[in-house]
């Protein structure tokens, strides 16, 4: 069965910094991997998604993760970070079991410092 | 284009008393669709999925029900709330690979 760990519930960065949000997965076949964001009271949205084909892939808002098997890691990257970026982060692994199911992380809160 | 309506948008109810939670998926057909809860300062926890009109997955043995009577509907139901069902419901459908989601239901039971 497919699992996702996040680590780290909250993270903490200064306008302009470095943003990196980790992410590890487990799952028994090849998964496609996703981030979403999600702001406050509102349903989630779609950063970023890999389905076996380039293992870089970049999303919306300057985002960008890696694929790295030998890792199982799915880690989301922005160089510079925004203060419209602060919201809550989520790492999804999915995978065909009967029927595509989609689990996800613990999430990750992500603040910025002016 | 695809859209995906949840409603209502906040609900209060006592304990004891029944839930329906609807949504709807419009511009696609036989979608697969989701029903997620989000507890408070927690990830989603997967409650149902569908793929098709009847057919229900159940991940999480609790005290709600989903059903599946139009392909583009899902519904969660509870016959009585307890306390521990408070959180942000979520409806999704799966377009190519990515979930949509709609916009949340914000159950509290008193």
């Known amino acids: 069965a497919q699992s996702v760990t996040q680590l780290g519930s909250h993270v903490s960065v200064s306008e302009g910094a470095l943003v990196l949000l980790r992410c590890n997965y487990s799952s028994s076949v090849p998964p496609y991997l996703f981030w979403y964001v999600q702001y406050p009271n509102q349903g989630l949205q779609l950063l970023l998604k890999?389905?076996?084909?380039?293992?870089l892939v970049k999303g919306i808002n300057g985002f960008e993760a890696e694929f790295k098997k030998s890792e199982t890691s799915f880690h989301l990257t922005k160089p510079s970070a925004h203060m419209s970026d602060a919201a809550e982060y989520f790492c999804?692994?999915?995978?065909?079991?009967?029927?595509?199911?989609?689990?996800f992380g613990a999430g990750t809160r992500l603040f910025v410092k002016a | 284009s695809q859209t995906i309506h949840q409603w209502p948008a906040t609900l209060v109810q006592p304990v004891g008393s029944p839930l329906s939670l609807e949504c709807t998926v419009e511009g696609t057909s036989n979608p697969n669709l989701y029903w997620y809860r989000q507890a408070a300062g927690r990830g989603l926890q997967l409650l149902f999925y569908?793929?098709?009109?009847?057919?229900i997955s159940s991940e999480v043995p609790q005290n709600l029900s989903a059903s599946r009577p139009q392909d583009r509907q899902f519904i969660l139901s509870s016959k009585k709330l307890l306390l521990s069902d408070s959180g942000f419901y979520l409806c999704?459908?799966?377009?190519?690979?990515?979930?949509?989601f709609g916009s949340g239901t914000q159950l509290s039971v008193l």
């Open positions: 999804a692994v999915s995978e065909f079991n009967g029927g595509f199911k989609t689990i």
């Open positions: 890999y389905t076996s084909a380039a293992t």
């Open positions: 999704a459908w799966r377009g190519p690979a990515e979930l949509f």
């Open positions: 569908s793929v098709g009109i009847g057919q």
